[in-house]
């Protein structure tokens, strides 16, 4: 997938489905499709190079995801989000990550689980390095959710990729941006480092840094 001139082009590899699903909600968690505009099928499908069918279809998939809302025989629109329920978004998270990582680090990682976790982190970087924001929310969104599913509960790790797909609602319009990913990123390895060797106080100590930075960067010049 990339940009050209303004409009996008979907290259070979995953469905068309797949490619136009990420494209669009890269353009509304970098705040470039706004709460205040109707967005239609064929507007998108112009827009992305290919027929309405996988178009819709993707926008039916995030409109699931509660990122947007169909309006009938309008379009969709992206899906409003307050400093409010950021906030709320975030206590949450922070209910449910940090005991998540508690629970990893007694348990450990095995290697393989560790080691593709580490293959991620190491996305997030070179996506950070390049200042790539889509890659690295994507590669990040990766991670997070990776983590959490070594656990092997699956509800859980679907309300904490639903609560993150929420948070990124705001839209990624903020000056530190750069300076966030780089962290973000540099944190990624700092906490598989302590989950290496079950130190359970260092890897919370560090996912509760990580989300309130998150929480912070999210909320900053949008009122939170």
């Known amino acids: ?78 899906v409003a989000l307050s ?18 990582v508690a629970d990893i680090a007694r348990a450990g990682l095995a290697p393989p689980q560790l080691a593709e976790l580490r293959e991620l982190a190491a996305a997030t970087k070179r996506a950070a390095d390049a200042s790539n924001l889509i890659e690295f929310l994507e590669t990040d969104r990766m991670f997070h959710v990776g983590l959490i599913a070594t656990l092997g509960n699956k509800p859980l790790t679907e309300l904490v990729e639903t609560l993150r797909d929420r948070v990124r609602l705001r839209g990624f ?7 966030y990913i780089a962290q973000s990123a540099a944190e990624h390895f700092e906490l598989l480092d302590f989950l290496s060797k079950q130190d359970e106080a260092g890897a919370v100590a560090v996912m509760r840094r990580h989300l309130e930075r998150s929480r912070q960067v999210w909320g900053e010049g949008n009122g939170a």
């Not at 353009?27 to 109707?38: F, N, R, S, Y």
């Not at 400093?83 to 998540?100: H, Q, T």
């Not at 319009?173 to 300076?179: D, L, T």
């Open 173 to 179: 319009k903020n000056a530190s941006g750069r300076e």
């Open 83 to 100: 400093s409010k329920e950021l906030n709320d978004i975030f206590a949450i998270r922070v209910l449910l990550e940090v005991p998540s």
């Open 1 to 78: 997938m990339v940009r050209q001139g303004g409009a996008l082009s979907l290259e070979s590899g995953p469905s068309l489905r797949e490619q136009a699903r990420r494209v669009i909600r890269g353009l509304i968690i970098t705040g470039q499709m706004q709460t205040d505009q109707l967005y239609s099928v064929p507007r998108l499908a112009t827009e992305l190079g290919v027929s309405a069918t996988p178009v819709r279809e993707a926008l039916l998939d995030l409109a699931r995801e509660g990122l947007l809302e169909p309006l009938r025989n309008r379009g969709f629109r992206v």
